[in-house]
């Protein structure tokens, strides 16, 4: 099953999604263990991130 984002929206999916992060991030910030574990998926999301990236993409250096 496909998720089809309506044609009324104009916005871009992908602001919606760092807007949503942010707003539960404000409603339930990491504290604690919590903090510890969501630093360490951060670090690991990065690393992931640039391991993948080819040094022909146009995206960001890491």
């Keep these: 099953m496909t998720l089809r984002w309506p044609s009324w929206l104009t916005v871009d ?5 760092l807007l949503a992060t942010v ?3 404000t409603v339930l ?10 630093s360490a ?4 999301a990065a ?4 391991w993948r ?3 022909s993409s146009s995206g960001p250096p890491c």
């Design 13 to 17: 999916p992908y602001i919606v999604a």
């Design 23 to 25: 707003l539960v991030a």
């Design 29 to 38: 910030p990491a504290r604690g263990v919590g903090a510890t574990v969501a």
């Design 41 to 44: 998926a951060t670090t690991v």
């Design 47 to 50: 690393a992931v991130r640039c």
């Design 53 to 55: 990236s080819q040094p």
